[in-house]
């Protein structure tokens, strides 16, 4: 039994020196990895001045590649705003010649001036135009009337 016991505890001597011998190797191997780790993974910032004519140049680049946008687009914007001020003077011309033919109306009370109809600029849909043109019939039968009953008195 004696035998028995000494191989036990040689194997567990065995044992034990093995372990430590992985703990060692493993400790080597961890330090080398965590220094990798360490050295990989931490950044070093590094400034430097640019000198005067590398800003210079790089603002001249920027501009040569934006300038003939800003071009395009001011000039789209040019023709927008024309267009928009002949619309508006086209529309102000119109509203003001309504106004006067208004005026005209009220002023002048005879029937045969009723016919002069105000310009109005709008887009209608064919069902609009022909109750358009249905209204204005009606407008001249009404008209005839009333120069029928003016001509009786």
Do not use: W
């Amino acid at each position: 039994m004696e035998e028995v016991l000494s191989e036990g505890v040689d194997a567990l001597a065995a044992c034990v020196d093995d372990m430590a011998k992985c703990l060692t190797v493993s400790k080597v191997t961890t330090d080398r990895s965590t220094k990798l780790a360490i050295n990989m993974l931490q950044t070093k910032r590094v400034f430097q001045l640019v000198s005067e004519y590398d800003v210079q140049r790089a603002r001249l680049d920027l501009m040569e590649d934006i300038e003939p946008l800003l071009q395009k687009l001011y000039s789209k914007l040019e023709k927008a705003l024309t267009k928009l001020e002949r619309e508006r003077a086209t529309l102000s011309q119109t509203f003001e010649l309504n106004k006067l033919r208004f005026n005209n109306q009220e002023s002048n009370p005879i029937i045969d001036n009723v016919k002069s109809d105000p310009v109005v600029i709008v887009s209608s849909t064919h069902e609009e135009l022909e109750r358009l043109k249905d209204l204005k019939n009606r407008k001249e039968e009404l008209i005839q009337r009333i120069q029928e009953l003016h001509e009786e008195r």
